[in-house]
């Protein structure tokens, strides 16, 4: 399962996509409630704005930088995470929320 990232007005294939955990972590430390599922639709600037903050505080207490390595459990495989992954994801989120303003489009996901 996949979770697509776009402007509401037009989106684009070339738009983000993030695997399911990735996007739970990702909206979680934008502040976005993830209990509801992870579809939703913000302005523009809001959402920068939140992926700015959510850098920020990333870049000051986190384990981002480390990453960590994929593991089994019984014939489940759970996917790591490559260092610096959270931040690479914001500010591909920033990137389309300006984006997004430029169009004077809302960003949606889901």
Do not use: I
């Amino acid at each position: 399962m996949s979770v697509q990232f776009t402007l509401a007005k037009c989106p684009d294939l070339d738009d983000p996509c993030f695997h399911n955990s990735g996007a739970q972590d990702v909206l979680a430390l934008m502040g976005y409630t993830v209990d509801d599922g992870m579809c939703g639709m913000e302005e523009a600037e809001q959402f920068v704005g939140r992926a700015l903050l959510a850098s920020a505080l990333l870049e000051s207490a986190s384990a981002d930088q480390v990453g960590w390595p994929g593991s089994w459990e019984g014939r489940t495989f759970h996917a790591g995470r490559t260092p610096g992954y959270l931040a690479d994801r914001l500010s591909q989120l920033v990137e389309l929320g300006l984006r997004a303003k430029k169009e004077q489009s809302k960003v949606s996901w889901g």
